[in-house]
């Protein structure tokens, strides 16, 4: 997030002092050729939908403000290829504004329609654990053989000239493609790249560093795979005042720097023990001090986390950041770190020893410190030490119970800030059983084999957090949906689901309940005398995963995960379980899997747990996941057979 950045840049001492740029030129569109109007593929990309004849990126950090300017050309070659017309330009909510935006559709005779609308805002879910933001538009009168071509700008926040990347694959294959970067003057550049084509490297100059490519294949999206820009050839840009080319040396200028910056914003103790005369008392222990003082904290208003904001409002919020803790405890409001620093002089006014830990968001990029740009270090958290104990705690981030992290700061490398320095730590990262989604069902079968009843869904942990993070800004109408929508995702084939019970969306807590009612026609099939019924009721979203037989990307959990099922079906009178499948298990060490089903008088319970303790594991994994979902597959599958009562009477 911005904030997050712009105080990163403030603890490194690095202040934007830049020149004012030249006029970046827009990119203009390109008359098409006869061979681009006439082509039915490419021979490098064989059944190709579509591909990207050209794209050029030109991006200007050189001056006071931070833009880039995008065209993109596509040429459309099948049926499956007119997707394409709905364009998708992903970004970070908050980070980026689009203008000077031109869109125009190619007809395969010469002639040009142009689009006259505006892009919106949209959650694209491109796989399983793959979920981006994006601005999208479609394309008007798109046929086989069109070709749809768009430029416009990105205006990015200030401090984002210290996140400059270009992102060389797309999701299709590109034909050819220019970049070119204006650099900061200001600062010390270091460019990396990862997985350009053989032979191929930026190419600077006195003016610019530019980079041509062809023939990039199309990047291939998979379920539970790291972030895509991750995976994506690539070249990263990072700003540096310091000259230093030791990554030690520069992670302990690093540290010196922001601990400096730290003690001049926290070091207002007789302020702090005042507040703390108000938070706890004198007779509580260290740990239940440490709780009320993050209670606290959390319950000023964040402004890190607030709507979008005009340009003015923004303005106006950054002209009232408190510039110590005293001021913030004052207007009891402050940015997601300055919480955070206000949290650490709290914690170290009442005796306990704290650190101040500047960590990577990994959720679009793995941090590396070789790459040595302090600002991708954009969140911090506070270490405590507290009954021998290392907690990790960050009461800047909403709806994140105390003694966890949100999912992106977990169990990443971050750098603890000490005079000397510092050093570095990983943060915790909670096991499967600390982040679950318990799901209780109370049903009733009908004869006609239908399902109904109540069910009880209790999200704790990241569970809980991330869910009440990502709908903070949706209103009421919308979170219900997104609810209701999800519980379908678990359920094969068709159901009825009715949120009925709303959970509290705005706490803290550790955990989140939501009840719904649930109706699920036909689950049991009759067949013969007897009706079978799966044991598998919430196990939709495992029943086509990892199908494919091979695997380009590693896989990538965002967290260990658990699943709990208790499932009581009563049955209709009359009615008796016949046979149940026998208690079933899979143990692999990092996923265990159980179910079981029982006999009670007159219903049917489901038992079945899923638990996923690992994060990233490598493509040679692979086998062995997919092995291991596949019996998951078919132990859900297995069946318990019912009998009505004219079996009974028959039998």
């Known amino acids: 997030m911005p904030v997050n950045r712009a105080l990163s840049l403030l603890a490194t001492s690095l202040l934007i002092v830049l020149a004012n740029p030249s006029a970046l030129r827009a990119i203009d569109f390109q008359p098409p050729s006869a061979e681009e109007l006439k082509m039915t593929g490419d021979p490098k990309a064989p059944g190709a939908p579509a591909i990207i004849l050209f794209r050029e990126l030109d991006r200007d950090d050189y001056g006071l403000s931070t833009y880039e300017d995008e065209y993109v050309r596509i040429k459309i070659l099948t049926e499956e290829g007119r997707k394409y017309a709905d364009v998708q330009i992903p970004y970070w909510k908050g980070h980026l504004k689009i203008s000077k935006f031109h869109a125009r559709t190619i007809k395969p005779d010469g002639s040009i329609v142009n689009f006259d609308g505006k892009p919106f805002d949209k959650t694209i879910v491109k796989a399983r654990g793959v979920k981006i933001l994006a601005k999208t538009f479609t394309m008007p009168e798109v046929s086989v053989g069109s070709i749809i071509e768009y430029s416009y700008r990105n205006e990015f926040d200030a401090d984002y000239v210290f996140d400059s990347h270009w992102i060389v694959s797309e999701d299709l294959f590109t034909r050819n493609a220019r970049f070119s970067l204006k650099p900061a003057s200001s600062f010390h550049l270091m460019v990396r790249w990862n997985l350009l084509p053989p032979g191929t490297e930026p190419v600077r100059t006195k003016q610019d560093i530019h980079l041509e490519v062809s023939n990039i294949p199309a990047f291939q999206t998979e379920d539970y795979m790291p972030p895509e820009n991750e995976m994506k050839a690539r070249v990263d840009f990072a700003y540096s005042r310091s000259l230093e080319k030791d990554s030690d040396k520069f992670w302990k200028e690093f540290g010196k720097g922001c601990d400096h910056w730290l003690e001049v914003y926290i070091d207002k103790r007789k302020a702090m023990e005042q507040a703390l005369t108000e938070i706890v008392s004198s007779s509580d222990s260290a740990e239940v001090k440490l709780r009320k003082i993050y209670a606290r904290v959390q319950q000023l208003r964040n402004v890190s986390y607030a709507k979008d904001k005009t340009e003015q409002e923004e303005k106006r919020d950054k002209d009232k950041w408190p510039k110590n803790v005293e001021e913030l405890w004052k207007l009891q409001h402050g940015t997601s770190v300055q919480l955070n620093w206000l949290f650490l002089s709290l914690v170290r006014t009442a005796g306990m020893e704290a650190s101040d830990v500047w960590v990577p968001d990994r959720s679009s990029y793995f941090f590396d410190p070789k790459l ?25 981030a909403p709806f994140v119970s105390f003694g966890m992290l949100p999912w992106s700061e977990a169990g990443v490398s971050g750098f603890k800030v000490e005079k000397d320095g510092g050093s570095w730590v990983k943060t915790t990262l909670p096991n499967s059983s600390q982040s679950l989604v318990d799901r209780k069902a109370q049903l009733t079968l009908s004869d006609s084999g239908d399902l109904e009843g109540k069910l009880t869904v209790t999200f704790t942990g990241l569970e809980c957090s991330r869910r009440r993070a990502e709908e903070r800004f949706a209103d009421d109408p919308a979170r219900k949906k997104f609810l209701e929508d999800e519980v379908k995702e678990w359920i094969s084939g068709s159901s009825e689901i009715e949120l009925v019970s709303p959970p509290d969306w705005k706490s803290s807590s550790d955990s989140m309940v939501a009840v719904f009612s649930l109706k ?18 919430f196990c939709a979203t495992e029943k086509h995963l990892f199908e494919h037989t091979d695997r380009v990307h590693p896989i990538y959990f965002t967290f260990p995960f658990a699943r709990v099922d208790d499932v009581t079906i009563e049955l209709p009178p009359g009615w008796q379980v016949g046979n149940v499948p026998p208690p079933q298990k899979s143990d692999r060490g990092l996923a265990v899997y159980t179910s079981q089903a029982t006999r009670e008088k007159g219903a049917l319970k489901l038992h079945r747990t899923l638990n996923l303790d690992a994060t990233l594991l490598a493509v040679s994994n692979y086998p062995a996941v997919r092995h291991f979902f596949q019996e998951v597959r078919t132990m859900d599958e297995q069946q318990v ?6 079996a009974n009477a028959n039998n």
């Open 520 to 537: 699920v026609p036909g689950w049991a099939s009759a067949a013969g005398r007897h009706s079978f019924l799966p044991v598998g009721l």
């Open 372 to 396: 040595m740009d302090g600002s991708r270090l954009d969140s911090d958290v506070v270490l405590v030490r507290v009954n021998g104990q290392d907690l990790y705690l960050d009461p800047g």
């Open 641 to 646: 057979s019912l009998q009505p009562p004219d």
